[in-house]
């Protein structure tokens, strides 16, 4: 089992930037793999960004390629999300997740453990 606490988000204004923090804790997990997600009212849950934690090789979905950039510390047992140029669309609660079970890893059904999700809202 793992904890997920997320932290970072806020309030900024179109092109802004925010760095979203995802601290892990516990074991006994699939460690391979950890992902951010986000959700809009009345929208579902999509993947954004995910990092192979032992190459620290990286993927996200095509709408923030360019924009955003997940990384590690592993010392830290954090994953953060580096979020720039950021557009009003971006505006979700942003959620962490781990322990995938080897699904898609876009696919919310992939993975065991959420974190509580932290806000970010992008004003125009």
């Known amino acids: 089992q793992v904890q997920l606490v997320e932290s970072g988000g806020g309030s900024v204004q179109a092109g802004g930037s925010l760095r979203l923090s995802c601290a892990a804790s516990?074991?006994?997990?699939?460690?391979?793999?950890m992902a951010w997600f986000r959700q809009a009212p009345g929208k579902e849950r999509e993947g954004v960004a995910g990092?192979?934690?032992?190459?620290?090789?990286?993927t996200y979905v095509d709408s923030v390629k360019g924009r955003f950039t997940i990384s590690q510390d592993n010392a830290k047992k954090t994953v953060y999300l580096q979020m720039n140029s950021l557009k009003p669309e971006d505006t979700a609660m942003y959620y962490c997740?781990?322990?995938?079970?080897?699904?898609?890893?876009?696919?919310?059904?992939?993975?065991?453990?959420w974190g509580q999700g932290t806000q970010v809202t992008v004003s125009s």
């Open positions: 516990g074991n006994r997990y699939n460690n391979n793999f």
């Open positions: 997740a781990a322990d995938p079970n080897g699904g898609r890893w876009y696919d919310v059904r992939t993975y065991n453990s």
């Open positions: 990092i192979y934690i032992a190459r620290g090789s990286t």
